[in-house]
């Protein structure tokens, strides 16, 4: 007798945490989860155990794992209200039945008027889930895939616009005069000119700020910035390591004074900023209410 994929959720036994001096680095060097998404981790986890492993679990990090599950959760709410009869583990043992589901699902979000990222997060859900199925979309779901290629060619994507330079000098001059945090407001305008995400600003570290050589001629003539580099062990968001970006905006000329003060005498491994990632987004959010500029998310910049 076959158990309906949503009923008898298992209950996860706690697992004893592993101490030692490897367990202790990688805790001290990972990022810690935000309490609201370990509780929501905490209520999905019996049934990601239900497809993946604890360590396949981890492979990806708490909020995308969050994502992943609600969107998989909501179309299996969908499946289910489209039976006749329980949706079963046996009915879902083949890369091929995910397959037919999520085609017909797609037809059915694109006649709502959704947007087709919706499609690409619950495929990224569906191997997440199945990592014994592959890793290559189009090879594993080739018909959903197709779908959502031409979901995508009926509904393009729609892209962030960038803030504009003058009303980031508004943030930047009440964060400095009114806040008087200059460290911060430096940190948003060398993000703005550099195209960072949020975290890669606030995560920098000492070593990853260059200073100009002199022997290396006119391209090496300015400070720089080293992204993601190889000995953390974590790439980019796009998979790369090692980005190295020139300080060469025309409105950064005054800024090597504050740099040479910024870096002097400090441990290349030290943080570069003395402040957190949350004071960071909260104060660009405090000055972006304060003077009337509306960001709707942190990410500022047009690739972010």
């Known amino acids: 007798m076959t158990t309906p994929l949503f009923t008898n959720f298992p209950r996860t036994s706690p697992r004893p ?17 935000p309490p609201a998404a370990l509780r929501s981790l905490a209520r999905l986890a019996p ?13 990806i990090g708490v909020l995308t794992t969050i994502q992943y599950m609600e969107t998989f959760l909501e179309f299996m709410r969908w499946v289910q ?7 079963t583990f046996s009915d879902c043992s083949s890369a091929d039945v995910w397959d037919g589901l ?11 008027g959704a947007l087709p990222a919706t499609g690409s997060k619950l495929l990224a859900a569906l191997l997440h889930l199945h990592p014994g199925f592959g ?25 962030r616009q960038p803030l504009p330079f003058l009303a980031l000098c508004a943030i930047i001059s009440f964060i400095i005069t009114t806040l008087n945090r200059l460290d911060i407001g430096l940190c ?12 890669e600003m606030s995560s920098l570290l000492v070593a990853q700020l260059v200073p100009p050589l002199a022997a290396g001629g006119l391209h090496f003539a300015k400070w720089g910035l080293i992204l993601h580099p190889s000995e953390l062990l974590i790439r980019s968001k796009t998979g790369h390591w090692d980005e190295s970006i020139l300080l060469d905006s025309p409105y950064l000329e005054w800024l090597p004074p504050f740099l040479e003060v910024l870096t002097r005498g400090r441990d290349p491994s030290a943080p570069l900023w003395n402040f957190t990632h949350e004071l960071l987004i909260a104060t660009l959010k405090q000055a972006a209410a304060a003077t009337g500029v509306d960001i709707l998310v942190p990410c500022y910049n047009s690739n972010s």
């Open 135 to 159: 890793v290559k979309i189009g090879v594993v779901f080739p018909r959903a895939a197709r779908s959502l290629r031409g979901w995508h060619r009926q509904c393009p994507a729609q892209t």
């Open 17 to 33: 945490r592993r101490s030692g001096p490897v367990a202790n680095q990688q805790a001290a060097t990972r990022r810690p989860a």
């Open 81 to 87: 209200s489209t039976r006749t009869r329980p949706v």
């Open 102 to 112: 999520t085609q017909e699902y797609f037809e059915y979000l694109h006649e709502l």
């Open 47 to 59: 049934w990601l155990n239900l497809f993946i492993t604890p360590l396949q679990m981890a492979a």
């Open 188 to 199: 948003l305008l060398i993000g703005f000119s550099c195209y960072l995400r949020p975290r």
